[in-house]
């Protein structure tokens, strides 16, 4: 399974961003969609995922501000970033596991929030 993750950028703060992520390739029994990021010097953190049926779950630092959404048809997930603070700067990852117990990893999107 390939992730491809598109829609990073340079915002000012207060600004939106829409990433997305294409999942392709054997991609039977994709459940949980979701984005992590990663800033300078710290570890990688969930943003949101969320699994098949639709149910979400968001990161406190994230919630009212950012929405996740997927398309199964399309193995496609979304995140819609409002209201971008500078502490969102980081490199966004984009994540899938499946029924089958394995999970996949995109290459990261830089979000750059200036203030």
């Known amino acids: 399974v390939q992730l491809q993750a598109s829609g990073g950028g340079l915002v000012q703060a207060g600004g939106s961003l829409r990433l997305s992520c294409t999942a392709s390739g054997n991609i039977r029994g994709l459940n949980t969609m979701g984005w992590y990021r990663q800033a300078p010097g710290k570890e990688r953190d969930l943003v949101a995922r969320?699994?098949?049926?639709?149910?979400?779950d968001y990161a406190d630092s994230v919630k009212g501000r950012f929405t996740i959404s997927r398309d199964n048809a399309k193995n496609m997930v979304y995140l819609q970033m409002n209201s971008l603070k500078p502490e969102d700067t980081a490199v966004y990852y984009c994540n899938c596991d499946s029924y089958y117990g394995t999970e996949f990893w995109g290459k990261g999107t830089l979000v750059t929030v200036s203030s």
């Open positions: 969320i699994i098949s049926s639709g149910s979400t």
